[in-house]
């Protein structure tokens, strides 16, 4: 589906009486992106709610408990304050992977070799595993959110959690809250902020190291390019390119727009689906051929722009550290049962991804 949007470069559907612009050229989907005042944030939210249904899980229990503040969508001064704020605290961050020893014990005990492993459940684990050590929260914040994600919001809604979060920040001091604090931010705030980040966070890491681990399942071309001596973070850019955690953003028109060739009325959805614009040929010939060696053409899979990813680069720094422990480890995985994909249009990941762990002897090739 994405190759064909990819080659045609957008396409129009009509979706509860609304149309909608699916953008797959890749340099069009990025201008659209950079663009926030022809094609503004706000269509995240309304493509959201209405993929998930509104009234859903997201909004029961009286609605989101995030001030609108701290709303990623958000154009206004403070807003951009925020992220600003949250975006270089973040990227001081990475290295924090390398060095701790608590991530290295959790991948051995989670990547262990055996017969049969949900591979879905191991990515949910490590993400909150890796954003305790991130945020500087204790465990059972994160285990919070694990236990929010796997309910759905049937019965831990978005007030409960982040009830839960705040009474649970309260010990809070390393990581990324001891970095707001020392930047004169409040605890509540900066507790404010963890709740928002982590909401997204915990999730987008966790598709994308499932992605990642079921790119190794199905694709020999991973492995033998990192048995190879190839670049780990060449390997990771790829998995990206193919399988973002996030296949596709919503933007709002702002006044009539030309899209691709087609008027787009004022106050239309356009959706930037950057599934399809990593894999337009016109930008990376290999298409949805696994190939490493691309010439470094920047990716959309978190976003572009003032409203990109906050994470991106700690995302980026723990998928490596993954990938390097599995190759120096000479992990090999295999399916072990039907893969179930999770069913979303905005997202790319797996419900099920049973696998089987073997160990390559040296001599193996």
Known sequence: MWDNLAGVGSAVITVEGTQWTLVGAYEQARSILQDGVSFTSSGERILLETVRGRGGASTKGGGSALPPSLLSFREDKESRGIRKSLRQGLDELPAAFEED???????????????????????????????????????????????????????????????????????????????????????????????????????????????????????????????????VNAAVNEILRLNPPTSALGRLAVGEQEVGGRIVPDGSLVVPVLAAAQRDRSVFPAGAVFRPENDGRPLLAFGWGRHSCLGETVARSLLAVVVAFIRDRRLAFESAGPAVRHPSFCFSSWDRLPTRITRLSRSAG
């Open 101 to 231: 020893a608590s991530l290295f014990q959790e991948l051995e005990t989670r990547l262990a070799v055996t017969e049969c492993v949900d591979l879905s459940e191991t990515a949910l684990s490590l993400s909150t595993t890796s954003m305790s050590l991130l945020l500087g929260v204790p465990a059972r914040v994160t285990a919070v959110y694990e236990a929010w994600i796997r309910d759905g919001g049937r019965r831990i809604t978005d007030t409960v959690l982040h009830q839960r979060v705040t009474a649970a920040l309260t010990d809070a001091q390393s990581g990324l809250m001891a970095g707001l604090l020392s930047r004169g931010w409040s605890a509540p705030d900066a507790a404010w902020a963890l709740v928002w980040l982590s909401r997204a966070s915990v999730r987008t890491l966790a598709r994308a190291l499932c992605n990642t681990f079921q790119t190794f399942s199905f694709e020999p071309g991973l492995p033998q390019f990192l048995d190879a001596g190839g670049d």
